[in-house]
């Protein structure tokens, strides 16, 4: 049995993290280091590393990552005033866990590019 992602750990309650959302095939639960005044991480409970590893078989997990997020962002209050999704792949694109989530930042205006 591989060793368990930090956000599986989360996933089975191992580690404390403050949890907005849950449902069958997602977690939500906030940045422990918050970008953004609203900054939520959207998380599938299946294992995937990356988007780069997602498969066509994960097609339909991915736009429930989506839709949970926007759903997300609307219970906080921010989808009028507006956010931002992530997804960093990789060594350059900034991955640092390597378990798929996308950050959900909102709550002030966001630069744009990013760094
Ligand atoms: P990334 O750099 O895209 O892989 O994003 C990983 C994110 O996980 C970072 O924004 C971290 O601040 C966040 N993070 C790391 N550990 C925890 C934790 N225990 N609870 C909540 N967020 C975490």
Excluded at 69 to 75: D, E, P, R, S, T
Excluded at 88 to 111: A, Y
């Amino acid at each position: 049995m591989p060793e368990k992602t930090l956000f599986e750990k989360i996933r089975d309650r191992e580690i404390p993290a403050d949890i907005v959302h849950e449902d069958d095939h997602c977690l939500a639960f906030r940045d422990i280091s918050p970008q953004a005044p609203l900054h939520i991480l959207v998380v599938p409970k299946k294992a995937i590393p990356r988007i780069a590893s997602a498969s066509e078989d994960d097609a339909r997990l991915l736009g429930s990552l989506l839709i949970a997020a926007a759903a997300v962002a609307a219970k906080h209050g921010i989808a009028d005033s507006g956010f931002r999704l992530v997804i960093n792949n990789g060594r350059d694109g900034g991955e640092t866990v390597p378990h798929l989530h996308i950050h959900l930042l909102g709550g002030r205006p966001l630069d744009w590019p990013p760094g």
